[in-house]
């Protein structure tokens, strides 16, 4: 299931500009997976079956201010105990995609409403792909394929936001 999801996000955000054809490498945003991406799992997990876009969304949105973080003030946020609770509760769960879009990238106008539309159609491509892929609801077979899609969605958003940044994975000379 995530290399479905990761071949068909990076074929998707590739054809929009939004990565290189070869994604970013970052092992300090990819190491903070594990910890944010356990902590985000009972908010997430809790809020899949009314709102599964949203619950799958958040969590690119994570990714991009993970990326974001590690290159404006690393030092100080690699050191924050759990990075996901420190973005949740700045506005609760529900804001938590506002919060980041203002506050981590400040966006506004036209890139505000992009990157919303943006993550919107990742989340609804991966929610899609969970839903033609069979899994019984409630198995343990859904929840390693909800943890694929949270975990190649924190990484897709991490790759656009460095794309973002100027981070080009591309040849030299």
Not at 32 to 55: H, N, Q
Not at 127 to 143: D, I, K, Q, R, W
């Amino acid at each position: 299931m995530e290399e479905i999801v990761r071949q068909d996000l990076r074929r998707y955000l590739t054809s929009i500009g939004e990565v290189d054809e070869r994604l970013p490498e970052c092992p300090d945003v990819e190491e903070m997976w594990e910890k944010t991406g356990r902590a985000y799992l009972p908010d997430g997990i809790r809020e899949f079956a009314a709102y599964p876009t949203v619950s799958l969304g958040w969590m690119m949105y994570v990714g991009m201010a993970v990326a974001q973080l590690w290159d404006t003030e690393w030092e100080i946020y690699s050191k924050v105990d759990d990075l996901y609770v420190y973005l949740r509760d700045k506005r609760g769960y529900d804001r938590m995609d506002e919060y980041i879009r203002e506050d981590i990238l400040r966006l506004s106008g036209d890139d505000y409403k992009a990157t919303e539309k943006l993550v919107g159609e990742c989340a609804s491509r991966v929610h899609n792909m969970l839903l033609h892929h069979h899994v019984e609801p409630g198995t343990s077979e859904a929840f390693r394929a909800y943890v694929a899609c949270l975990h190649q969605l924190y990484l897709m958003g991490a790759a656009v936001q460095l794309h973002r940044m100027g981070y080009r994975m591309t040849p030299l000379g």
